[in-house]
């Protein structure tokens, strides 16, 4: 069949040109909409301009084939041959294209909007300025791929491989690229605003500038990646590999990093403001300094003297702990008023934080609760010991404790360490000054009656014991002449003044 051949059929009614051969054959301009070129062998042929929409050209031969500005809108192009075909402006907008091969092939400015490429092959593909909003490249190859300031939000990529691509100034807005393989991958100023980066493999990626605030990047392989000056605010990194990453000028306010591994990272001039400074990798890492402003405009900046004091000083692998043993276990109705009890204070006293982590034992539980700055140690065993019969002993040890040290500890502690302790007084103060306006519903519960034992452990990872209540552990039962009144108005003592100056050394501070 010739080119007059088809069209005098097609214009006749005719569709179905099922293994037709029209290789090198001139169809520039024609309508062939709707018409069945499946297995056909169109390779070398000129469809410039051509009208495809809702054609069948599935495992149909394309190589070569000069589609410019063709309409294939909604056409079924899976399994074909497409490689080296010029698609530039090309309306492939909601077609299928599963396991189509399109290697090395021209689509500059194409649209491939809403299209379907799971597993196709783009290897080496120009992509420049494409559209491929809410396309499906699920499982595609485009290895080397140029993907320069195309359009590709919310796009589904999980799985595929841009291995060497380059996207740069790409709009990622949204995109699903979890468990993807972008091995040197470059996304120089691209936008990753809230993309799916969950395991992918981003080894040796070039994310300079790139927007990736509110991004998903947990458990993801970013060693040796280039993140100069991208903005990772909001981001989840918990757990993500950062190995010799470069950092530098970066943008982490109120990422969450926790299991993050930094080790050999650049962090120098990184913006870190609400960024956790513990449980973190951070060995051998370089930074000059850092920017803890709220908005990362350097109106507060940081230096550091010695290349290792932002790991060792700066940021720690262990956050500050209260732990509470009860000596009780706790049921189910039990766990409720804990919850209740807590939820309340919280809404009273922000500052306590997340609720606690519970263990469970076959005698006690439990409770631990994670800080985030040693100064807040104290003052939160005050809040967190509301709820329990042993409060007003525990919140006389810790205000004995702060008093003892500020009055005899001149000593033992630095002048700036003093000073500090005059705020986290004064930050105490205002706690104790809000005690009567404290009401705890569900603190009559019978698990805050039980007896308690309270150790701090600062960022330094050194522990304080401070209260243990005299009947802790004690199973008073059948023993004559004894029972829990007998120790209750005993007054714990505080542990020696050398053992907490030793603590408070081990506190977290940034010496401004």
């Known amino acids: 069949?010739?080119?007059?051949?088809?069209?005098?059929?097609?214009?006749?009614?005719?569709?179905?040109?099922?293994?037709?051969?029209?290789?090198?054959?001139?169809?520039?301009?024609?309508?062939?909409?709707?018409?069945?070129?499946?297995?056909?062998?169109?390779?070398?042929?000129?469809?410039?301009?051509?009208?495809?929409?809702?054609?069948?050209?599935?495992?149909?031969?394309?190589?070569?084939?000069?589609?410019s500005g063709a309409n294939l809108a909604k056409s079924n192009l899976s399994g074909a041959i497409l490689n080296v075909a010029n698609l530039i402006r090309a309306d492939l907008s909601g077609a299928v294209l599963i396991q189509a091969a399109l290697i090395r092939a021209e689509l500059v400015l194409a649209d491939l909007s809403g299209s379907d490429l799971r597993k196709a092959n783009l290897n080496e593909a120009n992509?420049?300025?494409?559209?491929?909003?809410?396309?499906?490249?699920?499982?595609?190859?485009?290895?080397?791929?140029?993907?320069?300031?195309?359009?590709?939000?919310?796009?589904?990529?999980?799985?595929?491989?841009?291995?060497?691509?380059?996207?740069?100034?790409?709009?990622?807005?949204?995109?699903?690229?979890?468990?993807?393989?972008?091995?040197?991958?470059?996304?120089?100023d691209a936008d990753l605003q809230g993309a799916d980066l969950s395991r992918a493999n981003l080894r040796w990626a070039d994310l300079s500038g790139a927007k990736l605030n509110g991004a998903d990047l947990s458990s993801a392989k970013l060693s040796g990646a280039d993140l100069n000056r991208?903005?990772?605010?909001?981001?989840?990194?918990?757990?993500?590999?950062?190995?010799?990453?470069?950092?530098?000028?970066?943008?982490?306010?109120?990422?969450?990093w926790v299991g993050a591994d930094l080790t050999g990272a650049t962090l120098t001039g990184a913006k870190v403001y609400g960024v956790s400074r513990f449980g973190v990798k951070t060995e051998g890492i370089t930074c000059e300094w850092i920017d803890l402003s709220p908005t990362g405009d350097r109106s507060d900046l940081y230096r550091f003297y010695a290349s290792e004091e932002c790991s060792t000083?700066?940021?720690?692998?262990?956050?500050?702990?209260?732990?509470?043993?009860?000596?009780?276990?706790?049921?189910?109705?039990?766990?409720?008023?804990?919850?209740?009890?807590?939820?309340?204070?919280?809404?009273?006293?922000?500052?306590?934080?997340?609720?606690?982590?519970?263990?469970?034992?076959?005698?006690?539980?439990?409770l631990?609760?994670?800080?985030?700055?040693?100064?807040?140690?104290?003052?939160?065993?005050?809040?967190?010991?509301?709820?329990?019969?042993?409060?007003?002993?525990?919140?006389?040890?810790?205000?004995?404790?702060?008093?003892?040290?500020?009055?005899?500890?001149?000593?033992?502690?630095?002048?700036?360490?003093?000073?500090?302790?005059?705020?986290?007084?004064?930050?105490?103060?205002?706690?104790?000054?809000?005690?009567?306006?404290?009401k705890l519903d569900a603190a009559t519960s019978a698990f805050f009656q039980a007896s308690t034992q309270i150790t701090l452990t600062n960022s330094n990872d050194q522990p304080l014991s401070i209260y243990q209540s005299p009947t802790f552990g004690k199973r008073l039962g059948g023993i004559p002449n004894l029972s829990e009144s007998t120790f209750r108005g005993t007054q714990p003592a505080l542990p020696p003044l050398g053992i907490i100056a030793d603590f408070i050394r081990g506190f977290y501070y940034l010496d401004r």
Request: with cysteine; proline share 2%.
């Open 313 to 366: 000083k700066f940021f720690k692998e262990k956050s500050p702990t209260i732990q509470i043993v009860v000596d009780c276990v706790l049921d189910q109705e039990a766990n409720l008023s804990l919850a209740l009890t807590y939820k309340q204070l919280a809404q009273m006293f922000p500052e306590i934080g997340l609720p606690p982590s519970i263990e469970v034992g076959r005698r006690r539980t439990t």
């Open 230 to 256: 991208a903005d990772l605010s909001e981001a989840n990194l918990l757990n993500t590999s950062l190995v010799y990453a470069d950092l530098s000028q970066a943008s982490l306010i109120g990422a969450d």
């Open 368 to 438: 631990t609760f994670n800080i985030d700055i040693d100064d807040r140690l104290l003052s939160n065993t005050y809040i967190i010991a509301f709820p329990f019969a042993d409060a007003a002993a525990i919140q006389k040890n810790v205000v004995s404790l702060l008093r003892l040290v500020q009055v005899r500890g001149s000593d033992d502690l630095s002048a700036k360490e003093l000073e500090r302790l005059q705020q986290i007084s004064a930050t105490l103060g205002q706690i104790v000054g809000k005690a009567n306006e404290v």
């Open 127 to 188: 992509l420049k300025e494409a559209k491929l909003r809410q396309a499906n490249l699920s499982g595609a190859t485009l290895v080397n791929a140029d993907l320069r300031g195309a359009s590709l939000t919310a796009a589904i990529l999980s799985q595929t491989n841009l291995q060497g691509a380059d996207l740069s100034g790409a709009d990622l807005r949204g995109v699903d690229l979890r468990d993807a393989e972008l091995k040197q991958t470059k996304f120089t």
């Open 1 to 67: 069949m010739n080119v007059e051949e088809l069209l005098t059929s097609y214009a006749a009614g005719v569709r179905d040109f099922i293994g037709v051969n029209l290789t090198e054959a001139n169809l520039t301009g024609a309508n062939l909409s709707k018409a069945n070129f499946s297995k056909a062998n169109l390779s070398v042929a000129n469809l410039r301009g051509a009208n495809l929409s809702e054609s069948n050209l599935s495992r149909a031969k394309l190589n070569v084939t000069g589609l």
